[in-house]
């Protein structure tokens, strides 16, 4: 079964700074990748996602991510990070043969700081 | 185009009591789940239906149940509250289960057991 890992609890970033969220996954076969961000009271809403081709997914609000087969990682990444940003970002992966189901990371509260 | 709407957004409800919880998507997508969130541990499946009349388990689904008797809504029910089923709920949609078009969640259900 396919499994999501996000190591850290919390990111605290300054306002400007790079913002870095990690994510590893495992699965049998090729994995199909997601982030999701959340705001407070609201629904996931959908960053990006990798399904084949370039290493480097870029979404939406300026995010993008770096799928990684050799450390089986898909870490998020903005250059510049901004007080709205401050949200709760969860990684999801789906193994692409069959018909598994999609499994998400315990989620990563990233703070940044004015 | 309202997405995925759940219905209520807050309940309270007493030990033993029943409810069910509304959700609805316009997008004529196949597949639809019911995710709970807890903190620090992500979003878990409840169960899912792959279409019309098809419906099935996830991770942790005792205590509920669902049918899909239309393409549109997705209903949850409990059939007895308990403590342990206080969570945020979320229902989610999207083209097919295998698809590797993201999913799209509803704005949550907030429920209290007392």
């Known amino acids: 079964a396919q499994s999501v890992a996000q190591p850290e609890d919390q990111v605290n970033v300054a306002e400007g700074n790079p913002l870095t969220v990690k994510c590893t996954y495992s699965?049998?076969?090729?994995?199909?990748l997601f982030w999701y961000v959340q705001y407070p009271n609201r629904g996931l809403q959908f960053l990006l996602k990798y399904i084949t081709g370039d290493n480097l997914v870029k979404g939406s609000y300026g995010f993008e991510a770096e799928f990684n087969k050799s450390q089986t990682s898909f870490h998020l990444k903005k250059p510049s990070a901004l007080v709205s940003d401050s949200a709760l970002y969860f990684c999801?992966?789906?193994?692409?043969?069959?018909?598994?189901?999609?499994?998400f990371g315990k989620g990563n509260q990233v703070v940044v700081i004015p | 185009n309202a997405g995925v709407t759940q219905t209520p957004k807050f309940q309270v409800l007493k030990t033993g009591q029943s409810m069910t919880l509304q959700c609805a998507q316009d997008?004529?997508?196949?597949?639809m789940s019911w995710y709970r969130q807890d903190p620090g541990m992500g979003l878990r499946l409840i169960h899912y239906?792959?279409?019309?009349?098809?419906?099935d388990q996830g991770e942790v689904p005792n205590g509920y149940n669902v049918s899909r008797s239309t393409t549109e809504d997705f209903p949850l029910r409990l059939l007895s509250a308990a403590p342990s089923q206080t969570s945020v709920y979320f229902c989610a949609s999207s083209y097919s289960q295998s698809s590797n078009q993201p999913q799209h969640f509803g704005d949550g259900t907030r429920l209290s057991i007392l």
């Open positions: 999801a992966v789906r193994d692409m043969r069959g018909n598994n189901r999609l499994a």
């Open positions: 997008m004529n997508h196949e597949y």
């Open positions: 699965v049998s076969g090729n994995p199909y």
């Open positions: 239906s792959v279409g019309a009349g098809i419906t």
